[in-house]
């Protein structure tokens, strides 16, 4: 299963040659990020007493679940040369077991290919995400930027839980695990890989 997220370009998002700049492609992908781990994990959840629940109820039909602009907010920015990573909160920041990926999150790599370009317009693009790799301690998500007839970039992250209280990184918890598992597809293409670059505008 994949999530698919409806993304919005900016007139800001554009370079000199009319195309969206690279660096925009990172702030797309941050968006559709936000709203897979925070707005449809945490939705995912059980209620709060519950014993269990039906996280198929709150992502929506099977095989692909949407979303719109996110309403996360990134919390801190890119780190140093060494580190290059960036602190994402969840609602509140506040850190809970029971909820997905509810204190925040870092990001330890990007790979991304653009295949190529996307000009501005009004309508949005579709971002579709998916796992590719659950670890003890990390998980790998994909992403396609597309169109139903093109794709323009292929890219991948590798996500660490973070605990913002000690500012350490974390295991995985059983539920973000299970989350993670419901969108779990190492058979697709993508993850920074797949295509011959048209262009890569600078």
Known sequence: MRHVFACHLRW???DAFGHVNNVAFLRYLEE???DFLFRLAQEAAPPAGAPGGDPAGAAGAPGRVSGGVSGGVAAGGPGDA???AEVVAGWGGAYDPAV???GGSVVAR???DYLRPLVHRHRPVTIETWVTKIGAASATVAYDIKDEDAVYVRASTVIVPFDLDRQAPRR???EERAFLERYADDSAAGGG???EPEAAPA
Do not use: K, N
């Open 12 to 14: 800001s998002d554009m």
């Open 32 to 34: 559709a990020r936000i």
């Open 82 to 84: 060494g580190h290059a």
């Open 100 to 102: 997905p990926f509810s």
């Open 110 to 112: 990007h790979e991304i």
């Open 172 to 174: 995985l918890t059983r």
């Open 193 to 195: 890989r797949g295509g």
